[in-house]
């Protein structure tokens, strides 16, 4: 009998944790009862009644506030919990929110379980870096919280099917952000293609911004080398997490952690994802993948940071469509098809026949989830029930991708993948870089 995927192994784990956890909840009967009792708590069959507002909790303060600026003026939410390892963000972030309602409104949290266990919440704004997405959005998901998720999905491959697991089996709302989803001219754009107005389309180019100029940059304002013992405001043993253990590195913590592949991925991860996330919803492929990637890539050599400087990706898809990647090509993402070529990116739709671009879409035709606002539709989802625009199976695809390109680059092989059954082909080296690797006690 062949080895079971890691894919499959996932699988089988929660859904045994599942079974342990509805039963132990059955013994327990109505015994104990939340002495917070959050507004999911208030709507029939897990919905949230429209009259009450949607208390949010925000893990990670940094990327967390930004999103936290998107829904502090939503009459309907409350920002009422707010998590970070970082003594001084969560002072911060604190001081911001309760001045916005003009009363000591939140609380705050150095420990994210407590916060999803004791803070009253209806839904988390998971923005903590990408080691911890799957660990924090799978813990959310038990407790029932509904889930925004700062990209990336997840770390690694088998993370993301997790977290879209662990999703399903809580009946969650989970909104990626991927918030081109949610503009405009990413929406026209998907609708052109996906009605035929290239014909067949063949090829596909995305270039994911310029990593080695971005990277210079971070580098340059980076502190100083030489810090080696965290300061007294910040949980370094927490901020580590799930991750193999590294020593303190100031040039590291915060911000810069995405340049380390122990931590983050790079503009790979980053910005791989959101373009091929539009490729996918333009050509209905959400629940897919290529069956083939290959990756040229060179890493920088500055330690500590080891992501990509430049990198190539090239994708097959088993109908014979061919995807490229990279911070090389032209920005955002160009379609090409029998009738020409089709780009977009942010504010910006050019085609190669600019007839194309003012097409009628009729009645019948495709027309895309229309989201103008990629917070506004979370809250809405939550109330309602109903899924985000950018949901966590297509966050889920879309990611695997960057994940498969950097194991083809690590290497030096071509992947072949089998995009049903999320395993690699005939290549056990290289199915083993699918997995996190955590240090103990952690475990998905």
């Not at 990593?211 to 949980?235: E, F, I, M, N, Y």
């Not at 539009?278 to 330690?303: E, F, M, Q, S």
């Amino acid at each position: 009998m062949p080895p079971r995927s890691p894919i499959a192994t996932v699988r089988t784990r929660l859904h045994r944790r599942r079974f342990l956890k509805n039963t132990a909840a059955l013994l327990a009967g109505s015994a104990a009862f939340p002495a917070i009792i959050p507004a999911r708590a208030l709507g029939r069959s897990g919905a949230v009644a429209p009259s009450n507002r949607i208390a949010v909790g925000i893990v990670g303060l940094a990327q967390g506030m930004i999103v936290a600026a998107h829904l502090l003026p939503f009459a309907d939410v409350r920002v009422i919990a707010l998590c970070d390892v970082d003594a001084r963000r969560r002072e911060n972030a604190l001081r911001r929110v309760n001045k916005h309602y003009a009363g000591e409104v939140a609380r705050e949290y150095g420990n994210f379980h407590n916060m999803f266990e004791n803070g009253g919440l209806d839904a988390v704004v998971i923005a903590a870096p990408d080691h911890w997405h799957a660990i924090m959005a799978i813990a959310a998901a038990r407790v029932g919280l509904d889930i925004y998720c700062e990209t990336p999905l997840a770390h690694t491959l088998v993370e993301g099917r997790a977290i879209v697991e662990a999703v399903r089996q809580h009946g969650r709302i989970l909104q990626m952000g991927n918030w081109q989803r949610s503009v405009g001219v990413f929406r026209r754009a998907v609708e052109l293609v996906r009605n035929g107005r290239l014909g067949h389309v063949t090829h596909i180019e995305t270039g994911t911004g310029g990593v080695q100029g971005t990277l210079w940059h971070a580098l340059k304002s980076a502190p100083a080398a030489g810090a080696t013992r965290p300061p007294p405001h910040l949980d370094y043993e927490a901020w580590v997490g799930p991750a193999a253990w590294t020593p303190y590195d100031a040039r590291v913590t915060h911000y810069n952690w995405r340049w380390v592949l122990n931590y983050g991925g790079g503009l790979m991860h980053d910005w791989m994802g959101r373009h091929l996330d539009i490729v996918h919803w333009a050509l209905g492929r959400d629940n897919d993948g290529p069956v083939k990637i290959a990756c040229d890539a060179r890493h920088t050599t500055i330690a500590p940071w080891d992501c990509e400087v430049s990198y190539l990706c090239r994708c097959v898809y088993a109908d014979g469509l061919v995807l490229t990647a990279g911070p090389a090509l032209a920005g955002g993402v160009r379609f090409y098809g029998e009738r020409g070529w089709l780009r977009v990116d942010l504010n910006h739709l050019s085609a190669s026949n600019p007839e194309i671009l003012n097409e009628y879409i009729g009645e019948e035709e495709f027309h895309a989830y229309d989201s103008a606002d990629h917070w506004r539709n979370f809250i809405d989802g939550i109330k309602k029930r109903v899924e985000t625009v950018a949901p966590a199976e297509a966050g889920h695809r879309s990611a695997s991708i960057a994940h498969l390109g950097r194991i083809a680059s690590q290497t030096g092989r071509t992947i072949r993948w089998d995009p049903f059954a999320e395993t690699i082909k005939d290549d056990p080296a290289a199915s083993a870089l699918l997995l996190p690797n955590y240090r103990s006690p952690w475990a998905l």
